[in-house]
């Protein structure tokens, strides 16, 4: 009967794909017209609660599907849908219009949206804006080609994703629950398993002594990786030959430093990455802080000792080091350090197991940094409990099915340390986005091939209409 019923929809999608392929300089333009804005979150400012980028981006997707007719809603600048059909059935598509920081090294402008080589150059080609564009089209053809839907399919913009999801908490408030929910903002064919993900900050007096750390300062995002960190530390007068040794044998070329009267400054260079994925870039923190432990003499080390255990990419140094057989290995990534009132601040961002709660991660680390000698303490603890759905789920099974017709066999469904829409909405999954070549999400010069969007869009269109039919 599945496969019946995936035949009957054959006439329908191979009259949306026939739109889209007439389309994709359309959806192309669109692409590169919200890439140009740059919707990273700034200070709120009336009906923008994350910034007038992030509000032009959101006028500018509702604008496109009241255009195509689509009705409408703004949820004061959190977030809006646009939605076309009828029905008691809901399928809905969240994606979000903010984007991370930008940071330096780019090769190309990072707002430019840029064609090089057949790729799309900006910051959000792939996280988000390129899957939430492709999307929008898979709507749109379904709209111009299926006027007698059996259901309702709606465009969620959120424009807080990247930092608290408020965006769709708002949305949670007072719209509807989506029968099916997909996210774009994955891997293929979708992710059945989300982490649990815990934002941890920490607090620990600046110490005293002969080899005194007076400030540290790194970090944009808890979600990115730290790729520049400087430390200032008072060298006392006893202590300054021996530390003069020791910088005689540095060895870490990504780790400068220089004198500035009696404190010694260190800066240091990493590579950013998503922070759900810490061993794919290279903290600066880490550097520094391996840095400082090198350099302190013995009766000082302590400090800097357990101040860099507690960086370690794996959570040990926090206590939480802990695995499951769906979601294997915590990640920890120490995403902002800062010296706040005479003492360092960390902010850590941790994605944990899907058989682990919040509360067993809080507890436990709450007990190592009791034990530690420098007085390492939590001042606070955030939690998003993690998503899972079981792989025989309707909603999993038809993603599955749909992906094996478009990309082949063997599509199976994975487990992810990042933090889609799907956490945050019921009866929602996050599906795949970009291929090889596309990406990486929060770093340098990201991109997305041109086919890539176009191809993407046939087959949300293709997930989207088995979803509102079946």
Same mark, same amino acid.
């Given at each position: 009967?599945?496969?019946?019923?995936? =035949?009957? *929809?054959?006439?329908? $999608?191979?009259?949306?794909?026939?739109?889209?392929?007439?389309?994709?300089?359309?959806?192309?333009?669109?692409?590169?017209?919200?890439?140009?804005? %740059?919707?990273?979150?700034?200070? =709120?400012?009336?009906?923008?609660?994350?910034?007038?980028?992030?509000?032009?981006?959101?006028?500018?997707?509702?604008? $496109?599907?009241?255009?195509?007719?689509?009705? @409408?809603?703004?949820?004061?600048?959190?977030?809006?849908?646009?939605?076309?059909?009828?029905?008691?059935?809901?399928?809905? *598509?969240?994606?979000?219009?903010?984007?991370?920081?930008?940071? %330096?090294?780019?090769?190309?402008?990072?707002?430019?949206?840029?064609?090089?080589?057949?790729?799309?150059?900006?910051?959000?080609?792939?996280?988000?804006?390129?899957?939430?564009?492709?999307?929008?089209?898979?709507?749109?053809?379904?709209?111009?080609?299926?006027?007698?839907?059996?259901? /309702?399919? /709606?465009?969620?913009?959120?424009?807080?994703? &990247?930092?608290?999801?408020?965006?769709?908490?708002?949305?949670?408030? @007072?719209?509807?629950?989506?029968?099916?929910?997909?996210?774009?903002? *994955?891997?293929?064919?979708?992710?059945?398993?989300?982490?649990?993900?815990?934002?941890?900050?920490?607090?620990?007096?600046?110490?005293?002594?002969?080899?005194?750390?007076?400030?540290?300062?790194?970090?944009?995002?808890?979600?990115?990786?730290?790729?520049?960190?400087?430390?200032?530390?008072?060298?006392?007068?006893?202590?300054?030959?021996?530390?003069?040794?020791?910088?005689?044998?540095?060895?870490?070329?990504?780790?400068?430093?220089?004198?500035?009267?009696?404190?010694?400054?260190?800066?240091?260079?990493?590579?950013?990455?998503?922070?759900?994925?810490?061993?794919?870039?290279?903290?600066?923190?880490?550097?520094?802080?391996?840095?400082?432990?090198?350099?302190?003499?013995?009766?000082?080390?302590?400090?800097?000792?357990?101040?860099?255990?507690?960086?370690?990419?794996? +959570?040990?140094?926090?206590?939480?080091?802990?695995?499951? *057989?769906?979601?294997?290995?915590?990640?920890?990534?120490?995403?902002?350090?800062?010296?706040?009132?005479?003492?360092?601040?960390?902010?850590?961002?941790?994605?944990?197991?899907?058989?682990?709660?919040?509360?067993?991660?809080? #507890?436990?680390?709450?007990?190592?940094?009791? #034990?530690?000698?420098?007085?390492?303490?939590?001042?606070?603890?955030?939690?998003?409990?993690?998503?899972?759905?079981?792989?025989?789920?309707?909603?999993?099974?038809?993603?599955?099915?749909?992906? &094996? &017709?478009?990309?082949? #066999? +063997?599509?199976?469904?994975?487990?992810?340390?990042?933090?889609?829409?799907?956490?945050?909405?019921?009866?929602?999954?996050?599906?795949?986005?970009?291929?090889?070549?596309?990406?990486?999400?929060?770093?340098?010069?990201?991109?997305?091939?041109?086919?890539?969007?176009?191809?993407?869009?046939?087959?949300?269109?293709?997930?989207? $209409?088995?979803?509102?039919?079946?």
């Amino acid at each position: 009967m599945g496969n019946l019923r995936f =035949a009957m *929809s054959h006439p329908d $999608l191979d009259r949306v794909v026939a739109w889209l392929r007439e389309h994709e300089q359309d959806l192309l333009d669109d692409y590169r017209a919200m890439l140009r804005i %740059p919707s990273i979150e700034a200070p =709120a400012e009336p009906n923008a609660p994350f910034g007038s980028d992030n509000r032009r981006a959101l006028d500018q997707a509702l604008a $496109l599907c009241a255009g195509w007719g689509m009705r @409408t809603k703004d949820l004061e600048g959190y977030a809006g849908w646009a939605e076309f059909g009828e029905g008691e059935r809901l399928v809905v *598509s969240l994606g979000h219009l903010d984007v991370v920081p930008i940071g %330096p090294g780019w090769k190309h402008e990072p707002f430019g949206a840029e064609i090089d080589g057949g790729y799309v150059y900006a910051r959000g080609a792939v996280d988000d804006k390129g899957p939430t564009m492709a999307a929008t089209y898979a709507a749109r053809a379904i709209q111009a080609c299926c006027p007698d839907l059996p259901a /309702r399919v /709606r465009l969620v913009f959120g424009c807080n994703e &990247e930092s608290g999801f408020k965006c769709v908490e708002r949305y949670m408030q @007072t719209e509807e629950a989506p029968t099916y929910g997909v996210a774009p903002d *994955s891997g293929w064919p979708l992710y059945h398993a989300e982490k649990g993900i815990a934002n941890i900050t920490v607090r620990v007096p600046l110490p005293r002594g002969a080899f005194a750390l007076t400030h540290v300062e790194g970090g944009q995002r808890p979600n990115i990786v730290i790729d520049r960190c400087q430390a200032r530390v008072r060298v006392d007068p006893s202590v300054r030959a021996e530390v003069d040794g020791r910088l005689a044998d540095a060895w870490d070329r990504n780790a400068a430093f220089a004198w500035d009267g009696d404190e010694l400054v260190i800066d240091a260079i990493g590579k950013a990455a998503h922070g759900a994925f810490p061993f794919g870039g290279d903290s600066a923190a880490i550097r520094a802080f391996r840095f400082l432990v090198a350099l302190a003499p013995l009766d000082d080390q302590k400090f800097y000792e357990e101040l860099f255990a507690q960086a370690q990419i794996g +959570g040990a140094g926090l206590g939480i080091s802990v695995s499951d *057989s769906v979601s294997k290995d915590l990640t920890c990534n120490l995403g902002i350090v800062s010296t706040i009132d005479e003492e360092v601040e960390l902010l850590y961002n941790i994605r944990y197991p899907v058989k682990f709660s919040g509360e067993q991660i809080r #507890e436990m680390c709450e007990g190592a940094l009791a #034990e530690t000698k420098s007085g390492f303490r939590m001042v606070k603890f955030t939690d998003s409990p993690p998503l899972y759905f079981p792989l025989d789920h309707p909603l999993v099974r038809t993603i599955v099915e749909v992906c &094996e &017709e478009e990309l082949g #066999e +063997g599509q199976k469904p994975g487990v992810m340390g990042g933090g889609t829409y799907a956490r945050a909405v019921p009866n929602t999954v996050s599906i795949g986005t970009g291929w090889e070549g596309d990406g990486p999400a929060h770093e340098n010069d990201e991109r997305l091939k041109i086919d890539h969007l176009h191809k993407m869009s046939r087959i949300y269109a293709h997930i989207l $209409l088995r979803l509102a039919t079946e």
